[in-house]
């Protein structure tokens, strides 16, 4: 037994020193992979002017103001963006319901002075805020008619005018509204 015993112990001593030499033996390599990084987008819009696009004091029936503003994607995705707006009356008045907004493109005749002959594509007519505050597109997630794209880095002249139609009448003399027009962007990749 003992003998068996100081057998089994030499054959494993032996099988052990042939592993490590057998190691030792061997010739290895590796090789790494390294500098895998990666980095997410922005979206990023930006308007200028950043406020008081249009503003009018002392309107008459039939007087309207029409100004230019620029959309630009700030970000490194490209973008879509809705434009939705909200009013607050000062008074009892309700003038947000009596002007009319209009939004269009940029003028066809003479871009390089924009607005002047207002003549781009019509994107939207009525109140200052609209029934259900959507202007321009849909702010909702995912794309919808009337949102505007843009590209990394691109930009868009767009024309606001607002009118106070002929024939107000004089239930809106002294009324005073104020309008807030917000820009909602979201990436158009994968979504
Ligand atoms: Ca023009
Ligand atoms: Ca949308």
Same mark, same amino acid.
């Given at each position: ?74 970000? @490194? ?24 907004? @209009? ?21 939207? @007519? ?66």
């Amino acid at each position: 037994m003992l003998r068996k015993l100081i057998t089994t112990v030499a054959i494993l001593s032996v099988f052990a020193a042939f592993t490590i030499l057998g190691a030792l033996a061997l010739f290895t390599d590796t090789a790494s992979v390294p500098s895998n990084t990666f980095s997410t987008g922005t979206v990023d819009i930006a308007t200028a002017p950043t406020s008081a696009l249009v503003t009018f004091s002392s309107m008459a029936p039939g007087d309207t103001t029409t100004q230019s503003l620029v959309a630009s994607n700030a970000g @490194t995705l490209a973008l879509r963006y809705a434009i939705s707006g909200s009013a607050t009356n000062a008074d009892a008045k309700g003038l947000k319901d009596q002007l009319v907004l @209009t939004i269009k493109t940029i003028d066809v005749t003479t871009p390089g002075t924009p607005c002047d002959n207002f003549d781009g594509t019509q994107l939207y @007519t009525g109140d200052v805020d609209s029934t259900a505050g959507k202007l321009v597109g849909d702010n909702t997630t995912g794309a919808q008619a009337g949102d505007r794209a843009l590209s990394a880095s691109a930009s868009e002249t767009l024309c606001f005018r607002v009118e106070l139609p002929t024939g107000t009448g004089n239930a809106f003399q002294n009324a005073t509204t104020t309008a807030t027009f917000t820009f909602d962007a979201e990436q158009t990749a994968n979504n």
